[in-house]
């Protein structure tokens, strides 16, 4: 085996190779169980008082992103190899868009609120256009 072949097997994800079906239930399985894992936790972050309270978002978004990682690798097969490099550009584009997507909408919605009339103002009868 050489080195480039030993390399390709380093960076393969949990069942993305050619294994028997219970090597690949094994991994599905695991996946499961680790972003159920991961979902529990989130709800016991949420409902206990153990935590400090202004933590709690972050500890949710770091969760999210946990969790995140948990699908791409072991239900995607998102890797860094040679092979996937189309698999990731098409995540990076994806990600994008809904940066941009998420980032307008904040952004116009900032410019509404910025630029809307005062409620009293739009109550009062002698309000003029």
Same mark, same amino acid.
Request: hydrophobic share 50%.
């Given at each position: ?20 079906? &219970? %090597?690949?239930?094994?991994?599905? *399985?695991? @996946? ?5 894992? #991961?979902? /529990?936790?989130? =709800? ?27 699908? &791409? %690798?072991?239900?995607?097969?998102? *890797?860094? @190899? ?5 698999? #990731?550009? /098409?995540?990076? =584009? ?36």
């Amino acid at each position: 085996m050489s080195d480039r072949d030993h390399q390709r097997e380093d960076d393969r994800t949990p069942g993305s190779h050619q294994a028997s079906v &219970l %090597v690949q239930v094994a991994t599905y *399985t695991l @996946g499961l169980v680790l972003a159920l894992g #991961l979902t /529990a936790i989130s =709800f016991w972050a949420v409902r206990t008082h153990m935590l400090w309270g202004p933590g709690v978002p972050i500890g949710l978004c770091v969760l999210a992103i946990a969790q995140m990682g948990i699908h &791409l %690798v072991f239900f995607l097969h998102i *890797t860094s @190899g040679p092979d996937n490099t189309n698999n #990731l550009l /098409a995540l990076a =584009f994806g990600v994008l868009i809904v940066f941009l997507v998420v980032a307008g909408s904040l952004w116009i919605m900032s410019n509404l609120n910025a630029n809307m009339m005062p409620m009293p103002a739009m109550m009062s009868p002698q309000a003029q256009p």
